[in-house]
């Protein structure tokens, strides 16, 4: 979120606290009824319950304090003596207190120093976060900690999530806004106001506004369980979002519009009209004279240029070095060969408006972390740039800023998602549509042999295009070749029987946008079939479906959720030893739904069989409602996974007298 540095804002300090928040701040007593609690409602299997939490913040004086109190109810709830606590970027972690209760009274202080450490780390950014170990905690014990968070920079924005990994008796929240104008911020001219969105609230609770603080108080919370294959999360948690804005955020459609405007402006002066661009054109284009061939030339070109989005995050001493400068036309990118995401969208669009194109640039949401919420006035939701072309009298949505994107299609998290198409009075919203399950295509292709003693050697080879391509790329950016294997490897399965031996032959085209990414494999599975008496059974299938860990749920609370249509082909061709013939293939199969379908083929020639299966997923969201009818056809998936094909033991001729 916007950042702003209130040292050169603010011309005053409000006084520190009041005597109720130094209250709040101390260490609360502990009632009969805490040390009586045996199990969650709703949850008797819990490790663990929440007694209290509060999550107090001051903005003026930019400060926020955090109080956690938990009780263990269980051995495995013992691991919350072991304490990770997120650190927000800017932030200072100070203060810390932390102790274990035990039921007869004594107390164990902590006494030791938190350590900082990497919690999670990505191409472009680290998470990271503070952790130390209670003492003494057993079963009964109640353990107990609180800390301040301070920071030199504003950080525009709050989260008060209610639910947590915990069932919470009782939990409170309150913010106090900054107060006064920000001078020299767009939008910020007037006075700063504080607002807020909430979502998936109790009817019964609702924070509330005094004038001085936003309050919020809540008991009887049931923890946040999430379900493998579901949307984002954060979607379905009780939660209060926080912003700051001056007049536009009187109404979401004056916020939306007068961003609009400003973006549109601002990529235009980008865009502009210079001949070097068109001269660049005209050398990227070369002798071509097709329309879509020139485009794609264009686009090509474009993606050339060195994507500082897609490379992990520089400190500002590492820019210097680097001699990295920030680009204001498509001039500079050109010139310096550099440029952001969006700055490489520009360029394409420059191109493009140069070669006779219409082309306009669309500020795109992502759904990745979190659905776009138009309540919810935070410019970062429109945070990346994709360009809207006319082509032969057809609008296509094209990703060049993505790193790796292929023409025509558009990075997952943009799809089937609002977009604002950029105009002068403010621009438009639109959907950027999700492309057919045909644009993320995973194949594999299986030639292997059963030996006597029932093990399985052979080769599979792994091809990857369009979407499922690009998101493999991207996943392994910032790691090695030993980690791209470990990729490849977990792309491959899950296996019916995990293989005792695999090694990875080839792989190529990594660094490719337009082509597939593939990779071959040797393997060995030993004890792959069963020999019972003159029979063996063997697995008809090598792998498991991905998506079964979705359909192990009876009932479902939430939607099922892909991240894009797709389609997983497989061929499997099993040679059979000779002195085994076949006396039982199962049967193919034909299953759809109104946007999947499940295909498979079972043939026999000689000694091999020949299995093939195709999937078709050409939706992205399923209704819960739904769940039921798509269970019953992942649930033939999995029968179908689990079939085999029985081989008998020839008979030996007599032999002669």
């Not at 040390?35 to 926020?64: H, T």
């Not at 051995?75 to 800017?90: C, H, M, T």
């Not at 932030?91 to 030791?112: M, N, Q, S």
């Not at 961003?259 to 050398?283: L, N, T, Y």
């Amino acid at each position: 979120m916007r950042q702003l540095r209130l040292c050169s804002l603010i011309l005053f300090a409000c006084a520190f606290g009041s005597c109720c928040l130094a209250q709040k701040e101390d260490w609360l007593p502990i009632s009969p009824q805490d040390w009586q609690v045996k199990e969650a409602p709703g949850d008797p299997g819990a490790p663990a319950i929440q007694l209290y939490y509060a999550d107090f913040r001051d903005d003026s004086r930019q400060y926020q304090f955090v109080y956690r109190r938990i009780k263990v109810l269980s051995s495995k709830g013992q691991r919350y003596a072991d304490v990770e606590i997120p650190l927000p970027p800017f932030a200072h972690f100070v203060d810390l207190k932390a102790r274990t209760i035990h039921p007869d009274g004594r107390i164990i202080e902590f006494t030791g120093k938190p350590f900082e450490k990497i919690a999670v780390k990505t191409r472009d950014a680290r998470s990271l976060t503070e952790s130390f170990a209670l003492p003494e905690v057993t079963v009964g014990s109640i353990v107990e900690y609180k800390y301040r968070y301070t920071w030199d920079t504003y950080i525009v924005g709050k989260t008060w999530d209610l639910q947590h990994d915990l069932y919470t008796v009782r939990e409170e929240f309150w913010i106090r806004p900054f107060t006064g104008t920000l001078n020299g911020m767009k939008h910020f001219e007037d006075e700063a106001q504080l607002s807020y969105v909430y979502s998936n609230l109790p009817s019964d609770v609702k924070p509330t506004d005094n004038g001085s603080v936003v309050e919020l108080k809540a008991e009887g919370i049931p923890a946040f369980e999430a379900e493998e294959s579901m949307p984002p999360p954060d979607n379905f948690r009780m939660r209060v979002r926080f912003f700051y804005g001056g007049r536009e955020v009187s109404s979401p459609d004056a916020f939306w519009q007068d961003h609009g405007k400003d973006w549109f402006d601002e990529v235009e002066r980008s865009i502009g009209s210079h001949p070097q661009i068109k001269a660049a054109m005209i050398k990227a284009i070369g002798g071509e004279t097709d329309a879509e061939k020139k485009l794609r030339k264009l686009y090509a070109f474009a993606q050339q240029i060195r994507n500082l989005s897609f490379e992990r995050a520089r400190t500002p001493e590492e820019e210097k070095a680097e001699d990295i400068k920030p680009n204001k036309t498509v001039v500079e990118v050109l010139e310096h060969r550099y440029g952001s995401g969006n700055d490489i969208a520009r360029l394409f669009a420059a191109l493009a408006r140069a070669a006779g194109f219409e082309s306009e640039i669309v500020r795109a949401s992502s759904r990745k972390d979190y659905v776009f919420d138009n309540k919810f006035l935070s410019e970062d939701q429109l945070g990346m740039e994709l360009v809207l072309v006319k082509l032969n009298g057809a609008e296509m949505f094209l990703d060049p800023g993505t790193r790796f994107c292929p023409f025509g299609l558009v990075y997952w998290i943009h799809t089937s998602a609002p977009a604002l198409k950029l105009a002068r009075n403010g621009g438009s919203f639109v959907v950027v549509p999700t492309p057919a399950a045909d644009k993320a295509v995973s194949r594999r292709s299986v030639m292997a042999t059963l030996q006597d003693d029932g093990s399985l050697t052979g080769e599979v080879a792994l091809e990857l295009s369009g979407a499922a391509a690009l998101q493999l790329r991207l996943a392994v950016l910032e790691t090695d070749e030993a980690g791209k294997l470990r990729a490849l490897e977990e792309e491959l399965g899950p296996w019916q029987v995990r293989p005792s031996s695999l090694k990875l032959k080839e792989a190529e085209g990594w660094e490719l946008a337009d082509a597939p990414l593939r990779a071959e494999f040797t393997f060995e599975i030993s004890g792959y079939a069963k020999k019972i008496g003159k029979r063996m059974l063997v697995p008809a299938a090598l792998f498991q479906t991905r998506q079964r860990a979705a359909f192990e749920y009876t009932e479902r609370k939430y939607p099922v959720y892909f991240p894009y249509t797709f389609e997983e082909i497989d061929r499997f061709d099993l040679q059979v030893q000779q002195g085994f013939s076949l006396e039982t293939l199962p049967h193919g199969q034909d299953m759809k739904l109104a946007s999947s379908r499940f295909v498979t083929q079972r043939t026999l020639q000689e000694n091999r069989t020949t299995l093939t299966r195709a999937l078709v997923v050409n939706s992205i969201y399923f209704r819960a409602e739904d769940y039921k009818e798509l269970k019953s056809f992942f649930d033939q998936l999995r029968i179908a996974d689990e079939e085999q094909i029985v081989l008998e033991q020839s008979k030996m001729p007599p032999k002669d007298e």
